[in-house]
């Protein structure tokens, strides 16, 4: 199998280990992985911002970077989910209109590739350590992603998942929402750490860097015991 890789904004600037990470799972697999140094932003915040003509001029590029019928692999459900869910409002009908669907049927958050495309769940990963999970709401409500994550980290060994309460509820990131409504952002994190805290875990594992970000900041400011990691570094532990 050959696979084009995706390295989001996020993963680029502020988690590069994560992306390099990604990288070497894919290849552990035994899969053939194509990176293109040319990829830049998929165009989802200045489209969630109201910059529509910029984001399709993004989103234009992004398209043309990856113009091969293979699986895109990328470690953001965000950034996939976007690109599944708003290149039609600005690609439909346009001279990229084939390219835009062909690129929608082949983007996969890396989870749901795992488990449902490469249907690789075992990678003999160590991780000794009690981990809660949060559930970003655009793996599950833009993205639609469901139990991948859990069943790559229950082939962990020595990790000990527990469930926080509201597993499912916003972190307070969500984009542009954490600098125009920084009060709300700032409790609805304090409320998400708080929840995993009660766990006893030592980790809170994401499939999304900008949650992550969002509430390391919190955790880092507040001193607090508990400390997160994206779920590729768990995957990626204990063999590299």
Known sequence: ????VFIPCFIDQVYPATGINMVKILKKAGIKVNYNPNQTCCGQMAFNSGFMDEAKAIGEKFIKDFPFDRPVVGPSASCAGFIRNYYQQLFHNSALHNE????????YE???FMVNVARVIDLGAVFPEKVTFHDSCAAQREYGLTDQPRKLLS???GIELIEMEERDVCCGFGGSFTIK???ISVAMAEQKVSNALATGASYIVSTDASCLMHLDSYIKKNNLPIRTIHLIDVLA???Q
């Open 100 to 107: 835009y669907k062909q690129l929608k049927r082949n983007i």
């Open 110 to 112: 890396f989870s749901d």
């Open 237 to 239: 532990s204990g063999w």
């Open 181 to 183: 409504h920084e009060p």
């Open 1 to 4: 199998m050959e696979v084009d």
């Open 155 to 157: 082939k962990v060994q």
